[in-house]
């Protein structure tokens, strides 16, 4: 009888091993975000990937390059949908043209759209297209009616709110900003209610951060600029801190640069030594604090003012980018996980994901307890 037991017992065991290795995870545990201006990536020219969330499900897009026996090359593109319930691939295909680089996924009144820019042949209107996860095909969504010339490239959410960027053929005219309000398209922002041309670099609540295109390259000296879409005004402008600048005697630029709701963080890349130094700046005082200095280049996301980095801590000789969080009442950033990050992904307000060197999908508590893999 006893033997019966200790049996029964270890096959328990297994099954809820073998139920944790399989990635059965919770996904309704949290509430998503929309975070999809920092959750897109780029890894080289091989392969891409993308995370998003809905209220019940965490989607996952990925691209990969490939190449036939002859020699030709093609994309394969697959997407798929992770609930409670398991894993399951819900559009793939195959395109023998050049490697696309569309990850433009956003959420749109809680539903998930998978957005496609196509142009109608008769009525020559550019049209949104999105995925419909019944049918599993791509279908017409909007049709965007602009002004002559004007052609939309890009689009974001905010506050459950649809905008896209339109530009015209010519330089001169600048980028216009609209806002699609149930089928109208209202113009946010152009080089008309801005005074002048400009470049945006960031979207955050109803704000746009902009910068002049003239200083783009040396963003060291750039004056930024926060525009209210609401308002349609230039509410305030600052410039970077020339902390970085003296510390290394004007040798070197702005690396990266991500903005939180109160903060900026910029790394400055010195040319004199090569290493990287994150900065943060308070955007209510404009008081700059210098946080650390890297050997190596830093990853870096962000949630409200909350930054995840990824770098090789000094003590790690296997160049691992391991998982570190900083927040606003800390100057020093704590490591959270030690697997090598490739990427990482902050798609509710409960975890962070990431993903290693072999693109599988992870995720841990921000406490870092309670690693789990995803896919």
């Known amino acids: 009888m006893m033997k019966k037991r200790i049996t029964a017992l270890l096959l328990t065991s297994l099954v809820v091993l073998l139920s944790a290795c399989a990635g059965r995870i919770s996904i309704s545990d949290s509430e998503p975000i929309d975070n999809a201006d920092n959750n897109e990536y780029y890894n080289g020219t091989e392969?891409?990937?993308?995370?998003?969330?809905?209220?019940?499900?965490?989607?996952?897009?990925?691209?990969?390059k490939d190449w036939d026996l002859s020699g030709s090359s093609y994309t394969t593109q697959k997407i798929y949908k992770l609930t409670d319930a398991g894993q399951e691939l819900i559009y793939s295909d195959k395109?023998?043209?050049?490697?696309?680089?569309?990850?433009?996924?956003r959420m749109y009144h809680g539903e998930f759209l998978d957005y496609y820019l196509h142009t109608d042949t008769e009525s020559g209107h550019p049209e949104i297209w999105r995925l419909n996860m019944d049918s599993r095909q791509f279908e017409k969504y909007i049709e965007l009616v602009t002004p002559d010339r004007i052609v939309p490239y890009d689009f974001f959410i905010m506050e459950d709110q649809l905008?896209?960027?339109?530009?015209?053929?010519?330089?001169?005219?600048?980028?216009?900003?609209?806002?699609?309000?149930?089928?109208?398209n209202t113009p946010v922002a152009s080089k008309e209610t801005i005074g002048r041309e400009f470049l945006p670099t960031?979207?955050?609540?109803?704000?746009?951060?902009?910068?002049?295109?003239?200083?783009?390259?040396?963003?060291?000296d750039s004056h930024f600029y926060i525009y209210d879409l609401e308002t349609k005004k230039t509410v305030k402008e600052y410039q970077l801190d020339f902390m970085a600048k003296l510390e290394n005697n004007g040798e070197g630029d702005v690396d990266k640069l991500i903005f939180t709701d109160n903060y900026v963080y910029f790394t400055y890349r010195s040319d004199i030594s090569g290493t990287y130094t994150l900065y943060r700046t308070n955007l209510n005082d404009m008081e700059t604090t210098r946080i650390m200095e890297n050997d190596n280049?830093?990853?870096?996301?962000?949630?409200?003012?909350?930054?995840?980095?990824?770098?090789?801590?000094?003590?790690?000789?296997?160049?691992?980018?391991?998982?570190?969080?900083?927040?606003?009442?800390?100057?020093?950033?704590?490591?959270?996980?030690?697997?090598?990050?490739?990427?990482?992904?902050?798609?509710?307000?409960?975890?962070?994901?990431?993903?290693?060197?072999g693109n599988t999908i992870y995720r841990i508590l921000p406490t870092g307890e309670n690693l789990q893999k995803v896919m």
């Open 47 to 64: 392969f891409q990937e993308g995370l998003w969330r809905t209220n019940d499900a965490l989607y996952i897009r990925r691209f990969s």
């Open 95 to 105: 395109t023998e043209h050049a490697y696309s680089s569309d990850l433009q996924m």
């Open 163 to 184: 905008y896209f960027i339109a530009e015209t053929d010519q330089f001169e005219d600048g980028l216009y900003i609209y806002r699609y309000d149930d089928g109208a």
């Open 202 to 220: 960031h979207y955050s609540k109803h704000y746009m951060y902009y910068l002049l295109p003239e200083t783009y390259e040396n963003l060291t």
């Open 297 to 357: 280049d830093l990853m870096m996301n962000s949630y409200g003012d909350t930054l995840y980095i990824a770098f090789t801590p000094e003590n790690v000789q296997d160049n691992r980018w391991t998982l570190h969080i900083l927040t606003p009442e800390s100057d020093i950033p704590r490591e959270i996980c030690n697997i090598n990050i490739r990427n990482i992904y902050l798609v509710d307000d409960k975890w962070v994901y990431f993903t290693d060197y």
